[in-house]
């Protein structure tokens, strides 16, 4: 079966795909290399969880599994939540040896991610997407591998350089349009950003491309005067589009912990999140944060970034991924 990328866009015509052959993968390669680059998360989720699966259910062994998860930055709350569900679940007789709690731990995990689409909408036209994130999470890096998807499905997309202030940052975001072979609006560093977005938003209508991709600054979340620019940014494209932005995705580093989650919810007070981007998971051994900033934020994780290729941006599945966190060898 083919993993289908304009499954992962709302508003993307799927028979695209079939012309898009660089945009698909079998479902079995998509589950392969995510949990390859997921390697690292599992390894360490085994290590912590395989001596209490392998022996019988214990109150001792409620506290050690929220040991285990709190280390791999599931976070308190999470933890909390899915420790009383086993519990529950044991007591009702559901759960009565180590396989039928790694499923029901899969299961429980999963369930905890917010209800939300994970898909990310690009029916209107043009859509405009705005990137957040705190330097050196991979913001633009991730703009660019969604506009390389979102060209091979046969959409025209348009980036945007509205971090005006972190040195290079253009030069960036256009090496990655030339890359992609997609335009970039862009002014001189120090430019004002809501200039740079205007202009951005108005040639996108004069050119008729689908979607509009907004790179922002590297906003330090501490830094009120930096969030309160982008809270402006929002304002200048809501005057041109009272509907949009139709996302607004933050990219968090997952190998910062809870840092990340600290940064989501912050982001999320400011200007308000329809999803979450992951990124270098592959160098992280507490993928658990996904579980903690799904949950406790009711954000959706859309995109997870596993490595530098372009096709290392995958989808978000809340099941595929619990049943990569606990991989079987647990048992």
């Known amino acids: 079966m083919s993993y289908d990328w304009s499954e992962v866009f709302i508003g993307v015509s799927p028979s695209a795909q079939v012309a898009a052959q660089a945009a698909k993968e079998e479902k079995k390669g998509w589950f392969r290399s995510l949990r390859e680059g997921l390697s690292k998360s599992r390894k360490a989720m085994a290590q912590q969880l395989s001596a209490i699966l392998s022996d019988r259910i214990t109150e001792d062994a409620w506290e050690r599994i929220e040991e285990a998860l709190i280390f791999a930055d599931v976070g308190v709350a999470s933890t909390v939540a899915i420790v009383d569900k086993l519990e529950q679940m ?131 979340h501490t830094q009120v005067n930096l969030m309160r620019e982008l809270e402006k940014i929002v304002r200048v494209i809501k005057k041109q589009n009272p509907e949009a932005p139709h996302e607004t995705l933050l990219t968090i580093d997952a190998t910062t912990g809870q840092n990340g989650l600290i940064q989501a919810r912050l982001f999320q007070e400011s200007v308000g999140l329809t999803g979450v981007v992951l990124t270098k998971m592959d160098g992280t051994a507490k993928g658990g944060i996904a579980v903690a900033v799904s949950h406790e934020l009711d954000v959706p994780i859309k995109l997870i970034g596993v490595g530098e290729k372009m096709t290392d941006l995958k989808p978000f599945d809340a099941a595929g991924f619990a049943e990569l966190l606990f991989p079987e060898d647990m048992l």
């Open 90 to 220: 044991t007591d009702a007789g559901e759960i009565t040896d180590s396989r039928q709690l790694l499923t029901g731990l899969r299961r429980v995990t999963a369930d905890l991610f917010s209800p939300r689409d994970t898909r990310i909408d690009v029916s209107s036209r043009p859509a405009v997407i705005l990137m957040a994130g705190v330097n050196g999470t991979g913001k633009t890096t991730t703009i660019g591998k969604i506009a390389w998807h979102l060209k091979e499905l046969g959409k025209t997309p348009l980036l945007v350089a509205g971090d005006t202030f972190r040195a290079a940052a253009v030069e960036q975001l256009i090496e990655w349009g030339s890359r992609v072979g997609v335009d970039v609006i862009h002014q001189e560093r120090g430019s004002d950003p809501g200039a740079v977005v205007f202009d951005g938003l108005a040639a996108a209508e004069a050119r008729g491309v689908d979607v509009v991709i907004v790179d922002t600054a590297g906003r330090l």
